[in-house]
């Protein structure tokens, strides 16, 4: 009820709708047990970053029929488990992912919601994209009928205060802005 009752006062603040945000469970290495048990909570959607898991998880029926998002780093030899069964995979930061799932949501016969992951702090540790390349993926990933691009994330660089993460976002939701206003080539 906490976590509720900040969402919507930050939601206010920002003058978006909390009833358009939803909140989302990590799962990182939950048992099935406690991920069902979470699932009565008033949670919308939850999130994991190990295929296995997912995998263990869905098949457990854990989430109750909710939503579950794959937040990891996705590795193309994985693509198979996750592809058709995450909701949304949040972490496409490369053209070599971004076809690896449209081959196998192609042989699933399916559209695969996704995000394209912007590696904004340029860090050597982090997955993403660069900058430069966002607009040649998206352009990419209009000629793939298989994947559906919601939108983008980032993981900013570890800063001290949340103030100080500030600017990456901006320039995140600035480059959607920018990102609407391209049409494909072709």
Not at 108 to 122: A, K, M, T, W, Y
Not at 135 to 159: C, D, F, K, N, S
Request: hydrophobic share 45%.
């Amino acid at each position: 009820a906490r976590v509720r009752e900040k969402m919507a006062a930050a939601a206010l603040k920002a003058g978006r709708d909390p009833e358009g945000i939803l909140l989302c469970a990590a799962c990182k290495a939950q048992a099935s047990e406690t991920v069902l048990e979470s699932a009565t909570l008033p949670i919308d959607l939850f999130g994991e970053n190990r295929a296995q898991e997912m995998a263990a998880h869905l098949q457990d029926g854990a989430y109750m029929g909710k939503p579950v998002h794959f937040i990891g780093h996705l590795q193309t030899n994985k693509v198979r488990q996750v592809v058709g069964q995450a909701a949304m995979i949040h972490s496409v930061g490369s053209l070599r992912l971004l076809n690896a799932i449209a081959k196998e949501a192609a042989k699933q016969r399916i559209s695969q919601p996704v995000l394209i992951q912007i590696n904004l702090g340029q860090e050597d540790s982090k997955a993403g994209i660069a900058e430069a390349e966002l607009r040649p993926v998206l352009e990419a990933a209009a000629q793939l009928p298989q994947v559906v691009v919601r939108g983008l994330m980032a993981i900013p660089p570890p800063t001290p205060t949340g103030e100080q993460a500030r600017p990456y976002f901006a320039r995140l939701r600035a480059l959607m802005e920018q990102a609407r206003g391209w049409q494909p080539q072709g």
